[in-house]
């Protein structure tokens, strides 16, 4: 079945550092592949979703790629922020029953 | 204002005892989830409805029972209880079940089996 990995488990980073967090996938159809950020206490939230329509996709300073020759996709932002530490997801939408499939997580920590 | 209300926030059950974790969405979507987060495994997808329907289920055991009431309501009883179902449950939804749909999260109930 599909399925998401994510290796990096965690991040320190100081502030105006530059952010890179890399995902791989398989699946058998297009994949509609997304970015889910929570944090502390909260629900995961969707960041960013990337799809073979867009290849690209962009929001609050945080931008997503998707490489379809090596299956990988990555989250990237130039200049983290303190309030940016939180837990980033990359997640697959299943191609059968539409579920999201996510990876292990990654935990930013930015230091002031 | 949370739009995905999610009751009760913590939980402490004592092993082999039942409970019902409460659901329900004021976003006025079609499709609603349950998902388990632990140290184990992230973030794991449990059971999708749509129309009050249930359409997938990934839970191998029957002691996790989802039950609707009302199109805007997915509460999660979970019976016979074990130390090995402390968990964070998070409930979400979406306008409709499909690949294009965006999938909110309520903020979680934590559940610990003592």
């Known amino acids: 079945g599909d399925s998401v990995t994510q290796k990096q488990g965690q991040v320190t980073l100081s502030e105006d550092d530059f952010l890179f967090i890399n995902c791989t996938y398989s699946t058998t159809t297009y994949p509609t592949l997304l970015w889910y950020v929570q944090y502390l206490g909260q629900g995961p939230q969707l960041l960013l979703k990337v799809t073979t329509a867009n290849n690209k996709g962009i929001s609050r300073g945080f931008e997503a790629t998707y490489d379809k020759g090596t299956t990988s996709f990555h989250l990237q932002k130039a200049s983290v922020q303190e309030s940016d530490s939180a837990v980033y997801f990359c997640a697959l939408v299943d191609s059968g029953s539409w579920q999201l499939i996510f990876g292990s997580g990654t935990q930013l920590t930015v230091m002031p | 204002d949370p739009k995905i209300i999610q009751k009760p926030k913590y939980l402490v059950a004592v092993t082999g005892s039942e409970k019902i974790l409460i659901c329900e969405q004021y976003?006025?979507?079609?499709?609603m989830y349950w998902y388990r987060q632990s140290a184990k495994k992230p973030l794991e997808f449990m059971f999708s409805y749509s129309y009050q329907k249930l359409m997938d289920n990934q839970t191998a055991s029957s002691r996790f029972q989802p039950q609707s009431s009302k199109k805007n309501h997915l509460d999660l009883q979970i019976t016979a209880l074990k130390p090995d179902d402390s968990a964070t449950y998070f409930c979400?939804?979406?306008?409709?079940?499909?690949?294009?749909?965006?999938?909110?999260f309520g903020k979680g109930t934590r559940l610990t089996v003592v």
């Open positions: 976003l006025g979507h079609n499709a």
């Open positions: 979400a939804s979406s306008q409709d079940r499909g690949k294009g749909t965006e999938v909110f």
